[in-house]
């Protein structure tokens, strides 16, 4: 029964992988949830700052703004992809290196000079295995990324837009759309785009006065949108392994259930052979 | 009374109501009442004191005020309760 033992062994190591991925499942999952909670809870944050630069926006502040600079010509551009460190997510870190990879090739055809910053082990090793120049990478930004993690990656960014020495920056990260869809996008943060104002707006007491409170607005505006990047593509990053790893646990238990067959199968055709066997044999002596 | 939210971009600290907000201003401290005019205000650093029934206290170091209809809404990058 030489077959059987080598289907008992397969049988075995499915089953150990099965549980090793129903673990990692689980983890994922619990992870999932908290990083969830985090993409909710910064909500409330980056609405309010959105309602308060609509309510002061005007078209003449552009001109004295560099945040809200819109370059004639974009000569300089950063782009500031987010992956994750970790893999075993599917096509997570795949998809969001895709979309940064068709962003530069828009910008290296428009003969946009660009600078390459990279967040995460696995969006590192991509561009340095294509031998592409990596500017600034970060490897230990946390999972529960706070907004001084994003100020690190930014600050130096918003002051070299601001003193003209970059003409866009960009970001590549995932949405967090629901736990099965987290597909990438490449967000432009600078220079600032004004959100639309709705209706009248009511006339507000400024202290100290609108270009004062503009000048402080603006770079909090553009950190929380690589905080609220970042923390979606953590939330984004754990659903895309969750799924990873449930769709390997089913088909570890697909595997599972052709092997059993295959193994019943062996055994009771064995079975069968034996006793046609003694059946041969009984009918051997009595003639 | 006022609705008050004081907002950090990790969570809603606060979310409730107050008869007063003091809050420190980039060049000292500003109360609100109910009634006041719509108002925006850059935060400096210090304490951020909500009174009435509603005793609490924050100590925020910038971000923005926004006073609208009675709803106060304090929206600062770091703000820690005590």
């Given at each position: 029964m030489a077959k059987g033992r080598e289907l008992k062994g397969r049988i075995k190591s499915v089953e150990n992988t099965r549980k090793i991925t129903r673990t990692m499942e689980m983890v994922a999952a619990s992870k999932m949830k908290r990083a969830q909670d985090r993409v909710v809870a910064a909500r409330p944050y980056a609405s309010s700052l959105t309602d308060i630069i609509s309510n002061l926006y005007?078209?003449?502040?552009a001109e004295r703004f560099p945040l809200l600079r819109q370059p004639a010509e974009i000569k300089r551009a950063a782009v500031l992809v987010l992956t994750s460190?970790?893999?075993?997510?599917?096509?997570f870190n795949g998809n969001l290196i895709k979309e940064a990879r068709n962003l530069l090739a828009r910008l290296d055809g428009e003969k946009v000079d660009v600078e390459l910053h990279v967040v995460g082990k696995k969006g590192l090793g991509y561009f340095r295995y294509v031998g592409r120049t990596v500017a600034k990478s970060y490897i230990d930004v946390p999972d529960r990324a706070s907004i001084e993690n994003a100020g690190e990656l930014i600050d130096e960014l918003i002051d070299r837009f601001a003193n003209g020495e970059l003409d866009a920056v960009h970001v590549v990260y995932a949405t967090f759309k629901s736990a099965l869809s987290t597909p990438p996008v490449t967000q432009t943060i600078l220079p600032v785009t004004p959100p639309k104002v709705e209706g009248a707006r009511p006339d507000y007491i400024l202290l100290p006065s609108a270009d004062a409170i503009l000048t402080e607005l603006l770079p909090s505006y553009v950190r929380n949108s690589v905080y609220k990047a970042l923390v979606e593509t953590t939330a984004g990053f754990y659903s895309a392994q969750r799924n990873a790893m449930k769709s390997a646990t089913d088909n570890a238990g697909e595997m599972l259930n052709v092997l059993r067959r295959t193994f019943n199968r062996a055994r009771q055709a064995q079975i069968t052979q034996e006793i046609a066997e003694i059946v041969g044999g009984a009918a051997a002596l009595q003639g | 009374m006022l609705k008050v939210s004081v907002i950090s971009p990790e969570s809603v600290l606060f979310e409730g109501e107050a008869d007063s907000v003091v809050a420190p201003a980039y060049d000292g401290e500003v109360g609100i009442l109910t009634g006041h005019a719509p108002m925006m205000a850059v935060l400096g650093k210090g304490e951020l004191r909500l009174g009435g029934s509603t005793n609490r206290r924050f100590k925020v170091e910038g971000g923005f005020l926004q006073v609208l209809d009675n709803q106060v809404r304090v929206v600062t990058e770091r703000a820690v309760a005590g």
């Open positions: 005007t078209p003449d502040l460190n970790r893999g075993l997510a599917g096509a | -």
